[in-house]
């Protein structure tokens, strides 16, 4: 699947991501590091990697097993 978020992503300021499901903001980045940096590890992981500082934690949570979801159920691949 193709999209446009490269093209349109501000690579400036920290964008939000949203749970699909909620639609409340569940990470903001990059914060602590530049959009190169955010993409560079992105591609690296093969999903967006988000560290522990761009992480919304009113939302999100870490299972004892490692998985990443949000309160809502919304799977997560990694932090």
Same mark, same amino acid.
């Given at each position: 699947?193709?999209?446009?978020? !490269? ?6 300021e920290?964008?939000?991501?949203? %749970? ?7 990470? @903001? ?5 530049t959009?190169?940096?955010? !993409? ?10 988000f560290? %522990? ?7 999100? @949570? ?18």
């Open positions: 699947m193709k999209t446009k978020w !490269l093209e349109q992503v501000d690579k400036k920290p964008t939000t991501y949203y %749970d699909c499901i909620t639609g409340k903001p569940l990470f @903001r980045a990059p914060i602590g590091r959009f190169e940096e955010f !993409l560079k590890e992105s591609k690296a992981h093969g999903w967006p990697s560290r %522990d500082q761009e992480v919304i934690w009113d939302d999100v @949570r870490c299972l004892s097993n490692g998985e990443t979801v949000s309160l809502a159920g919304a799977y997560m691949p990694a932090i």
